[in-house]
Nanobody
């Protein structure tokens, strides 16, 4: 069965960093596009970053450009999101998602599989 399991979230101070992981099973990353989304209570799920399976090209939301980095390790079948220079407004549940189709990667409804999320809290 296809599964995505996120880990690496936690409580950090402003300016701190975390490395979020998304371990995939039931499929191989080299045939899927992978995305990271985040959602705060009462708000919509927002796009954060994505990596395209074709060539490994990446896409980022404007709010995280220069601070977050998405990457993948094919051997470990794992996608990562390195989050640096964290701000309180980055506080949210971060979700990993996967889809086999290509195209626009910023829309949650186009993804086929989702993890359960990992909480990131940025506070002093």
């Amino acid at each position: 069965q296809v599964q995505l399991v996120e880990s690496g979230g936690g409580l950090v101070q402003p300016g701190g960093s975390l490395r979020l992981s998304c371990a995939a099973s039931g499929f191989t990353l080299d045939s899927y596009a992978m995305g990271w989304f985040r959602q705060a209570p009462g708000k919509e799920r927002d796009f954060v970053a994505a990596i395209n399976w074709i060539v490994g090209s990446t896409l980022y939301a404007d709010s995280v450009k220069g601070r977050f980095t998405i990457s993948r390790d094919i051997a470990r079948n794992t996608v990562y999101l390195q989050v640096n220079s964290l701000k309180p407004e980055d506080t949210a549940v971060y979700y990993c998602a996967a889809r086999k189709s290509f195209g626009v990667l910023t829309t949650p409804s186009t993804y086929d599989y989702w993890g359960q999320g990992t909480q990131v809290t940025v506070s002093s």
